[in-house]
């Protein structure tokens, strides 16, 4: 009964990476994603919008975990970024690296996919932004300051992928900011 | 004969214009757009590949101006990267801005077209890390002197086209640097 475990958002994703890894993105179908996970297209359309979404399931938590690892008030918008750079950290730990190793290596062959994976991004720095100048913090340097949250992120997310890659996540991100204010 | 003046490229993007702001991209088909610059449906897919892309026909001259502005070999990424900055400022002059607020506000309303200007601005980073890293810089330094030039960028621009806003765009953007400095 293991496939019973988590909820079916979750199954899905599972049966969706799975599929997407044999069969190639643009030849798996929602009707077959929908029957690997033991569900019903309905279920899957409850639970995505599209097949795209099914990728950024874990998207939204994310944000989440970025966003309320910001500290209450700062004055200073980087340190509050580099907070919630460190909160979500944590989601990347070793036992993620191969599924996202995998779903990264989709996303890449698939320019559609690329697209929704900038807009994400893109959104976050946007909230990121909001957050900052609730803060207080004027309008440009809470954009810089998100921008460059977000290029951190990314930066240390596409090397912690790579193939052969091995240190944790949080060194890479040490590392990545550490070069950052050394070109500044 | 003013019509005729400039290429035909040229014509459909200010006739696409001038259509999209009086009744609505999602209103507008290229056959409108065609006829209003005086040449056939053929002839505007012979320039863009869709509708979208004629509001992005300038991008290209704006990625080869701010990529030829690097200087040929540099030690310091972001060095380099503020005078590429520094030389696709000169692009947008005071008798640019009304076009490029019109523009700015065609896309904002639209999220087909704010998902294909993410996309354009990830590409111009990316041609960027590949520059710098042509030039010796290690692929991490090159991706964030990278990322924080078209943040900067970004910023600059949205400042620029921000209604109310006077100021050029040079001097705008290097209050964005020093900012940026600031933070960091």
Redesign the interface.
Known sequence: MARWQGGAAERLKEAALGLFQTQGYDGTTVAEIAAAAGVTERTFFRHFTDKREVLFFDQQSFEGTFLNALPASSAD??AAVIAGLGGAAALFGEERRGWSRARQAIIAANPGL??RE??KL?LLAVSLTRELAGRGI?P??A???A??GV??F??TF??WVAEGETRSFPEIQD??LE??????
Do not use: F, G, K, M
Request: glycine share 0%.
């Open positions: 918008p980087i690329q697209e900038l807009l893109s004027d440009i340097s954009a810089l300051a921008e460059t290029a951190v990314r930066t596409t090397t590392e990545v070069r950052l204010r050394a070109l500044l």
